[in-house]
C-alpha cells in the first residue's frame, strides 16, 4: 500500500547518517532529513536496505556486528526514520542477538514466516529456527 507523503531512504543515506563519512555527503543527508521532516514527510527504509546497511556498516566500516545492529536499531527507534509496512527488520534487530542464525537469515526467516507455512534451508543455522525444515 502507497504511503502518502513519504520517502524511502536508500542504503547510501542510510549509511551516511549512520557514519558521518564522507562529511559532506553526511551533511547533505542531515540537512535533507531536516527539511523533509519539516515538510510532515515520513521517512521508511526497507528490509534490504537494512540488511545492506548491515553489511557494509560491517565489512566496509570495520563496526563489529553487534554494534551494527544497535545502530540499526536505534536509528528504528528513534522515531525519525521508520521500517516499510509489514517489513520485519525492527523485529529481527531486537532479537537477532538471542539467535545464533545470522542477521539476514533472520530477516529471511521473518519474511517467510508472514508468508509460508515453512522454510527449506541446508543452512545449520537457520535449520535451528522455527518452521524450518533443515534439508
Do not use: W
Amino acid at each position: 500500500m502507497l504511503e502518502r507523503n513519504s520517502i524511502g531512504l536508500d542504503t547510501t543515506v542510510v549509511l551516511r547518517l549512520l557514519t558521518a563519512e564522507p562529511q559532506k555527503q553526511f551533511e547533505k543527508a542531515r540537512k535533507f532529513i531536516e527539511e523533509q521532516l519539516a515538510g510532515n514527510k515520513k521517512l521508511f527504509i526497507s528490509d534490504l536496505v537494512v540488511a545492506e546497511t548491515y553489511f557494509a556498516l560491517h565489512y566496509h566500516y570495520k563496526v563489529p556486528k553487534p554494534e551494527a545492529i544497535a545502530q540499526l536499531d536505534g536509528l528504528l527507534s528513534s522515531g525519525i526514520i521508520h521500517a516499510v509496512q509489514g517489513g520485519v527488520c525492527q523485529k529481527v534487530l531486537k532479537e537477532s542477538l538471542n539467535h545464533k542464525a545470522g542477521f539476514v537469515d533472520q530477516i529471511i526467516h521473518g519474511q517467510y514466516c508472514l508468508l509460508t507455512e515453512e522454510i527449506a534451508s541446508f543452512d545449520k543455522s537457520m535449520g535451528r529456527l522455527p518452521k524450518v525444515i533443515a534439508l
